[in-house]
């Protein structure tokens, strides 16, 4: 039984395949305490939150069972993701449901912005009539500058074309293709902030944007400019748009986010020209729904070990490219594991080479599964997620490569580990049929399937001295299921790769190391 504890407040409807999975028990506790949170974490295996619950490095470190954090919406800024990632925490996100919500409540603030709608409101409200002090701008001819092209800037930008305005964008990640699709003016973000009767920034809360709107950049802006920000606090610097409104720079600025949320009594709202929602952006019954459903959905594929999209913390495979890898992913980590059990000392360099088929695709995957493998000889509680994190922590040096060369098989991955005391290779394929073999160790040339318990002997090319194995092993009722042998040259060194059908204990392999002819013996549990 998995237990899913959710911890901010998600649509009832959207969760609903979490309700009815007979393996999934959910746990709804909003408002928790930092400590009720903490003992919460302790027994659950998926965390799903919105934007409300900080998941900190400590609450991951209390997390002894989690295997996936699911947030509700884009924004990840609640979640420590290296956290997450040294402990192999997949984080998963739901970026497309609240897309248009959130580009639609820019839209609306824009437009309340313009025409001084909630002040006007309160006034009038309270039995004014001041035509005259409320007299707005039209969004027809201005040029609104959007920082940050992605999805909900991009859907903004849509909108504010229809409304007639001119659209220019800054995001260092937009093409020219994509530019003119959305009938958007590409530019610099300098060009951006000085043309701009409206600016709003629409990217994440980063390092590289956090302050991107600073005191600097508000004195290059155009008088009389509005500023929108509905995508996180902190992207623009609250000091600096306070003094920028206050010395009549700014004409007016609508908020959604804020550096802390609930902001409180924050200085920004003692300014008639600030009006502000608290965090709406999602806050729609369509949005909701959709980013419950989809990261339920995302987390239930990751409980039940199926293929998943939207990972934070692992790069994303297309569907397609997920399909052509699959099949391959049992021999990757079957060959690290390999590699790792048949080498001698500490891991230094790990060096993977594709070629045939394989080699064509993005590879990437396979290596980290191959690390995945290799790791999980040595360390426990290894998956994709922080295998690289765990392999740099270490000081090993991953090296990926393709190769064009003719290994006479259609595809081929192969295996290099390097210790601190000798190097090693393992190469496999898939048989038409027949599934995962290992085709070469070293330089000799086996066909072996990688599973089960396996005894790698290296041993002299010599009359007698398979008969010695057998003899050992079967005076010990172990019996040999299937036996590969190979040598460089006759009389030369040799190997041979048994498949037995128990695990051995010290003392056999002990004895197996004292028979004539046995250079070494190893173990490999696959
Ligand atoms: N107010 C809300 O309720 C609400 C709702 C949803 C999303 N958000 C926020 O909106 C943000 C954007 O969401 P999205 O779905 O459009 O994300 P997205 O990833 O589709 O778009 C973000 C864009 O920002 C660009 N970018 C990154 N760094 C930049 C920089 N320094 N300068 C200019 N552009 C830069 C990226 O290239 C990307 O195109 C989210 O990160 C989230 O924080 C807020
Ligand atoms: O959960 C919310 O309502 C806010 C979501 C929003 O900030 C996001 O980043 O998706």
Known sequence: MYKVLITDPLSDLGIQKLLMDPEVEVVRKTNLSFDELLLEIESADALL?????????????KAARLKVIGRAG???????????????????NAPDGNTISTAEHTFAMMIALARNIPQAYRSTIQGEWKRKQFVGVELKGKTLSIIGLGRIGGELAKRAKVFQMDVVAYDPYLTEQRAKKLGVKKASFEEAIAIGDFITVHTPLTKTTRHLINQDVFTQMKPGVRILNCARGGIIDE????????????????????????????????????????????STVEAQENVAIDVSEEVLHILHKQPFKNAVNLPSIPEELQ??????????????????????????????????EVAQWDIAPLTRTILKGALSCHLSDVNDVNAPHLAKHRGIQIIEQKSTKNYGFTQL???EIKTDQEQRSVAGTLLNGLGPRITKVDNYSIDISPDGHLLFIQHQDRPGAIGRVGSVLGKY????????VGREEIGGQAIMLLHIDKGLTSDILQELQQVEGIYSVKEIAL
């Open 49 to 61: 939150v919105r934007s409300q619950t900080q998941v900190t490095a400590e609450v991951i470190e």
């Open 74 to 92: 884009v924004g990840v800024d609640n979640i420590d993701i290296t956290a997450a990632t040294k402990k192999g925490i997949i984080v998963v």
């Open 323 to 356: 399909a052509k890898l699959q099949p391959y992913q049992g021999l990757a980590e079957k060959l690290g594991q390999f590699a790792a059990q048949v080498v001698q000392g500490a891991l230094e360099k790990i060096t993977v080479t594709f070629a045939g």
């Open 413 to 415: 991955i192969k295996v």
């Open 477 to 484: 009722d172990i019996n040999i299921a299937t036996m590969q």
């Open 239 to 282: 000091d600096a748009l306070y003094e920028a409104i206050q010395s009549g720079k700014v004409a007016g600025a609508a908020l959604d986010v804020f550096v802390t949320e609930p902001p409180g009594e924050h200085p920004l709202f003692s300014l008639p020209q600030v009006i502000a929602t608290p965090h709406l952006g999602a």
